[in-house]
């Protein structure tokens, strides 16, 4: 069974960075674009960043220019590089298959932005 673990929350103060990053197990990997989502506390988990298997990226609107979304594909990684970060940006982070029937969720990393 696929696993995604993701790690690399914290607390930051605004304006700050973080890295997270998702370790996924099994052979969906360099087959699926994968995705970055977020939710926060009395709201839909919403996709931030994405990122196809030949490695084009897309972006919300939210965190377009603020946010890199990258992956090795030998290490079964996703990153995303969270620059110029905002009270608003704390949530729970996932990383997921964007797929018709994705894998279980991991449980997530928060991150929180102290203003």
């Known amino acids: 069974q696929v696993q995604l673990v993701e790690s690399g929350g914290g607390l930051v103060q605004a304006g700050g960075s973080l890295r997270l990053s998702c370790a996924a197990s099994?052979?969906?990997?360099?087959?699926?674009?994968m995705g970055w989502y977020r939710q926060a506390p009395g709201k839909q988990r919403e996709l931030v960043a994405a990122?196809?298997?030949?490695?084009?990226?897309n972006y919300a609107d939210s965190v377009k220019g603020r946010f890199t979304i990258s992956r090795d594909n030998a290490k079964n990684t996703v990153y995303l590089q969270m620059n110029s970060l905002k009270p608003e940006d704390t949530a729970v982070y996932y990383c997921n298959a964007i797929a018709t029937m994705p894998p279980p969720w991991g449980q997530g990393t928060q991150v929180t932005v102290s203003s």
């Open positions: 990122i196809t298997s030949g490695g084009s990226t």
């Open positions: 099994g052979s969906i990997f360099s087959i699926n674009a």
